[in-house]
């Protein structure tokens, strides 16, 4: 029963981090659309493309593209999608629509620079938040490694085909495509090398300080309780 207490928190804490990963990445990705015409994400292309060829939004079709992802990964691997997988798929989708619908467009050239690299930048930040946790990986991610196993190729060689593919679909299909898609391919997986490291970093310390304080708080008081809640 004790551990069944401990591990609530902990549970309720990693869901938090993974749930505001994706509302942070939501945000990001937004951001970046409000100064399109530098170029969006390969991913983003390939759903504003679909967005301006059929309507609907492009948070819409993010959700359609995960759920034809997670289908062909799910009959392929013959496994069910973590909670986590379905969560990313809906919620990443909904919360590029809000902030879309929120957010204005910048006006002048400087502020649009400085939106477009803050997006990119909290993109960073929304992915290792999310990914943190180990809560299920995205659609994406569970395609890339699909491929990767059936390929017998390098992840990284994978992914890069993957998104350059998708960005020249999306192009065909009227997505915008610029310098800013390349600055996005090249360093967003950086930025991710460094922000999934301090949140994996900020969660564990976050468990740890919680188990303390549940230590303290449940167990009788020592001469030396200070040193398990430091």
Request: aromatic residues 14%; hydrophobic residues 50%.
């Amino acid at each position: 029963m004790r551990n069944d207490r401990l591990n609530r928190p902990v549970t309720g804490l990693r869901w938090s981090f993974f749930i505001v990963g994706l509302a942070v990445l939501g945000f990001g990705i937004s951001l970046t659309m409000q100064v399109k015409g530098f170029g969006i994400g390969p991913w983003d292309v390939f759903h504003y493309g679909l967005y301006k060829q059929f309507g609907l939004t492009v948070g819409t079709w993010s959700i359609v593209a995960g759920i034809v992802i997670v289908l062909i990964s799910s009959l392929t691997l013959k496994r069910i999608p973590q909670i986590g997988t379905i969560l990313n798929m809906v919620l990443i989708g909904v919360f590029i629509d809000f902030f879309n619908w929120l957010l204005p467009e910048p006006g002048w050239f400087l502020s649009k620079i400085a939106v477009f690299v803050l997006g990119t930048l909290i993109t960073a930040l929304g992915i290792g938040l999310y990914v943190a946790p180990d809560m299920g990986a995205g659609p994406r991610d569970s395609l890339m490694l699909v491929l990767t196993d059936w390929l017998q190729w390098k992840v990284s060689t994978v992914r890069n085909g993957i998104e350059i593919t998708v960005a020249l679909a999306g192009w065909l299909l009227g997505g915008p495509v610029g310098l800013g898609t390349i600055f996005i391919a090249l360093f967003l997986g950086t930025f991710v090398g460094y922000s999934l490291p301090l949140t994996k970093q900020l969660l564990n310390f976050l468990i740890r300080k919680g188990e303390g304080y549940e230590d303290f708080y449940k167990g009788s008081l020592r001469p030396d309780h200070h040193d398990r809640i430091s």
